[in-house]
C-alpha cells in the first residue's frame, strides 16, 4: 500500500522516536524553501500528491504566507500543522474555506520557557544587573572602584547612556547613576494578556513577591481564578489598572490582533503616575515603539526589556544602543526541550488529522 506523503518546510530533531515511527509511516519529503515560483513549481511537479505540510518555526514567512501559493496547492492535501503557537489567521482561514484544516502547538510547551524569560527580565530591570555587564567591566576590573564611579552621577536619560564619576571612593552599589537597584518583591505587576502564558508569568512574578494585576478582555470566573494559586487582580484595561493602584512592571503577553494594535501607547504610558518598567514577550506590535522610546528619554519609563519588535526581524537601532533596555532577538520559546515538543505536536496533529479525525489543536 502506497504511504500517504507528508511534506517538510523547515527543520526538526530527526533523532525523535516519534520521528523515526512517524516515518514508518509516512513517506516523509524534506523540503527548503527558496522562492514562490519554485514551490509553485514543485507543487505541480513532485508534490502535486502531497497529504499533508509540515511547517516549522520560520513556516512560509520567506513567501509572505501560504495564502500566496494557495491556488496551486494539490486537491489531496488535507492539513497543514505549524510548529508554533502564533498562526496567520488569514492563511487559516483560506485553508478553512477549501476544506483544509490548520494546526498549531498550544502555548502549554512555550509558556515554561517564556515566563523565565520574564523573570531574567524583571530581576535584571529592578536590580539593573545588565548596566554592570561585561563591557563595563572591562573598563573597570576593581569590584569597589565600579561600584563607585557608576553610583552617583546622573543617568544620561536622552541617550540611555551611564555616565562614570571621577576619583576614587566606596560605594555599597544600592544605585547605579543616582537610580536605586531594588527588589522585585513588594512591587505592582500588571499582566496584559493572561492566558496559559500570562498566568505562568503571573504565578512566577508572585513568587519574587509581586503584587499581580491582569488585564484581561473578560475576568476569569471565580473558580479560575482560586485554581491560579496566588492572588490577582482583574483591570478590564492597562488604563483601569493605572487607576486602581500604582503600577511598576508592565508585561505584554498577548497576541497581535487589531484590537491590541499600539494598545501601549503615549496615552496609556502618560496615564501610569509614575515611571515603571516594561516588558514584551507578546508581539512586538503591541507597543508604539515611538511612544515606547519617547518614554525612555523622558525617564518615565525606566527599563524596557523585550524579545520582540514592532518593525520585525528589524531591530529599532535606538533601542539598541540604550543601556536601559535588554534585548533578545525573539527566542522566549526557544529551548531545546521545547524545539523536540512543538514537533511532536505537530506530527501529532497531521497523524490524527490523516487518520480521519479532527486534529487535536486546529484553529480553523
Known amino acids: 500500500m502506497t504511504k500517504q506523503q507528508v511534506l517538510f518546510i523547515g527543520e526538526l530533531n530527526h533523532s525523535l522516536p516519534e520521528y523515526k515511527q512517524f516515518q514508518e509511516k509516512y513517506e516523509c519529503l524534506e523540503y527548503t524553501l527558496t522562492t514562490r515560483d519554485q514551490f509553485i513549481h514543485d507543487l505541480k511537479t513532485r508534490f502535486s500528491h502531497i497529504n499533508a505540510i509540515y511547517g516549522a518555526w520560520l513556516g512560509f514567512v520567506p513567501i509572505a504566507g501560504f495564502r500566496t501559493v494557495i491556488e496551486h496547492i494539490p486537491s489531496s492535501l488535507k492539513v497543514v500543522a505549524f510548529c508554533s503557537v502564533g498562526y496567520d489567521h488569514q492563511d487559516a482561514h483560506e485553508l478553512a474555506q477549501r476544506?483544509?484544516?490548520?494546526?498549531?502547538?498550544?502555548?502549554?510547551?512555550?509558556?515554561?520557557?517564556?515566563?523565565?524569560?520574564?523573570?531574567?527580565?524583571?530581576?535584571?530591570?529592578?536590580?539593573?544587573?545588565?548596566?554592570?555587564?561585561?563591557?563595563?567591566?572591562?573598563?573597570?576590573p576593581d569590584t569597589i572602584e565600579i561600584r563607585y564611579k557608576l553610583a552617583n552621577e546622573r543617568f544620561n536619560q536622552k541617550e540611555g547612556q551611564l555616565s562614570l564619576a571621577s576619583g576614587k571612593g566606596y560605594d555599597f552599589g544600592e544605585k547605579i547613576n543616582q537610580r536605586p537597584n531594588l527588589s522585585p518583591r513588594g512591587h505592582n505587576a500588571v499582566i496584559v494578556g493572561f492566558g496559559q502564558i500570562g498566568q505562568l508569568i503571573g504565578k512566577k512574578l508572585n513568587q519574587l513577591g509581586m503584587n499581580i494585576t491582569y488585564v484581561k478582555r473578560s475576568r476569569l470566573g471565580k473558580d479560575q481564578e482560586d485554581q491560579l494559586g496566588y492572588e490577582a487582580t482583574y483591570a478590564p484595561t492597562v488604563l483601569d489598572a493605572a487607576k486602581q493602584g500604582e503600577v511598576d512592571l508592565v508585561v505584554i503577553a498577548c497576541p497581535a490582533t487589531p484590537e491590541t494594535h499600539h494598545l501601549i501607547n503615549e496615552t496609556v504610558i502618560d496615564s501610569i503616575s509614575k515611571p515603571f518598567r516594561i516588558i514584551n514577550i507578546g508581539r512586538g506590535t503591541v507597543i508604539d515603539e515611538q511612544a515606547l522610546l519617547n518614554g525612555l528619554d523622558s525617564g518615565k519609563i525606566l527599563f524596557a526589556g523585550l524579545d520582540v519588535f514592532e518593525n520585525e526581524p528589524s531591530i529599532n537601532q535606538r533601542l539598541i544602543n540604550r543601556e536601559d533596555v535588554v534585548l533578545t532577538p525573539h527566542i522566549g520559546a526557544s529551548t531545546s526541550e521545547n524545539f523536540d515538543y512543538t514537533a511532536i505536536k505537530a506530527l501529532a496533529n497531521i497523524d490524527n488529522i490523516l487518520e480521519g479525525g479532527a486534529g487535536i489543536s486546529r484553529v480553523n
Open 99 to 140: 476544506g483544509i484544516a490548520m494546526t498549531n502547538v498550544p502555548s502549554d510547551g512555550a509558556a515554561e520557557p517564556v515566563s523565565d524569560l520574564v523573570v531574567y527580565f524583571t530581576i535584571t530591570g529592578f536590580r539593573q544587573l545588565h548596566m554592570y555587564g561585561k563591557h563595563q567591566v572591562s573598563k573597570i
